[in-house]
């Protein structure tokens, strides 16, 4: 549950986290899918979110789990209206965040017997450790399908008195090595192996471990890179592809709480749909998603992205 503050207006609490993925994805793929939810979700929001979610229409709750743990409440500080990223060249969040705990952590066995009814899996890190490693390696070694992965919050800290910052993950090759695809905003990328070398290279080194083959760089304002490897013409030696696509302006800006959560569930689908056979129209579609979202106002307001 979030609550937005900018300047002096505050907004009411509402939904946030993982529903902004979750809302989308099941309105992007309505007539098409069935989602399923793998979640810890507190009893005393409960019946809130399940109420709500149960109105979008192919949702299975059957694997959200209730649990005596609160649920989760973020506090969100902007500097300005529409702020995202600070133009920099070690580009960071322009915003400050505090919380409460996170719900538990999905365990493997929460998931595992569903895998084998499943075409894809998109895990999202919205509070960092949503899932453990063992159980994410567990899912990627029982699991054929396509995984994509939101890299969100592993970098996010979250220190006793419920303030969060970024900061390097010393286990960060375990994690970025098991999805097939690898999201994350360019300020995730810039803290996550805590090195001190370019984007390029760091995303080198991703694209370098594991599965993964294509990684998606969310920039805000400036829009959003792809990075692949490919082979040099001529050769058999692989390297790096980088292609950038500029942001689309939104129709009515609202709000930019949740886009790169709604680019998360449109990037997966799409790629999921087309057996990631076309990374660049799934990056496409995710962008335009992405956008539509920011004339929203919050995760209520997600099911008029098939209207629009």
């Not at 993925?21 to 810890?40: C, D, Q, R």
């Not at 453990?132 to 390696?137: A, D, M, V």
């Not at 694209?207 to 050769?235: A, I």
């Not at 990037?267 to 799934?282: G, H, L």
């Amino acid at each position: 549950m979030d609550y937005i503050h900018r300047g002096e207006k505050t907004t009411s609490k509402q939904f946030g986290g993982i529903l902004y993925s979750l809302v989308s994805l099941a309105v992007i793929s309505k007539g098409k899918a069935a989602v399923y939810p793998v979640m810890n979700l507190g009893e005393d929001e409960y019946d809130n979110v399940t109420g709500f979610l149960k109105t979008i229409g192919n949702i299975d709750l059957s694997y959200i789990n209730k649990t005596s743990h609160k649920t989760r409440v973020v506090n969100l500080f902007y500097k300005d209206k529409d702020s995202v990223l600070n133009v920099s060249t070690k580009k960071t969040y322009d915003r400050e965040e505090n919380s409460t705990e996170p719900t538990l952590p999905v365990e493997y066995e929460q998931i595992k017997k569903l895998l084998p009814e499943l075409d894809g899996i998109l895990i999202n890190l919205v509070s960092g450790v949503d899932v453990t490693l063992s159980s994410l390696q567990n899912i990627r070694n029982n699991f054929e399908g396509y995984i994509h992965m939101d890299l969100h919050n592993l970098v996010m800290q979250t220190f006793p008195d419920g303030t969060r910052k970024q900061m390097p993950v010393k286990d960060w090759q375990s994690w970025v090595s098991q999805p097939d695809s690898l999201q994350m905003n360019e300020s995730e990328l810039n803290v996550l192996t805590g090195d001190n070398v370019t984007e390029y290279q760091t995303a080198e080194k991703i694209l370098n471990s594991g599965k993964v083959s294509s990684l998606v760089v969310t920039r805000g304002r400036s829009g959003v890179s792809l990075f692949c490897m490919h082979k040099k013409p001529g050769t058999e030696n692989m390297e790096l592809d980088k292609s950038d696509v500029p942001r689309i302006d939104s129709p009515q800006f609202i709000d930019s709480t949740g886009c790169g959560d709604v680019f998360a569930s449109s990037y997966f689908f799409k790629n999921a749909e087309q057996k990631q056979s076309d990374m660049r129209s799934a990056l496409k579609y995710a962008n335009e998603m992405a956008s539509l979202n920011a004339s929203l106002n919050g995760v209520e307001d997600l099911p008029k992205l098939n209207e629009i």
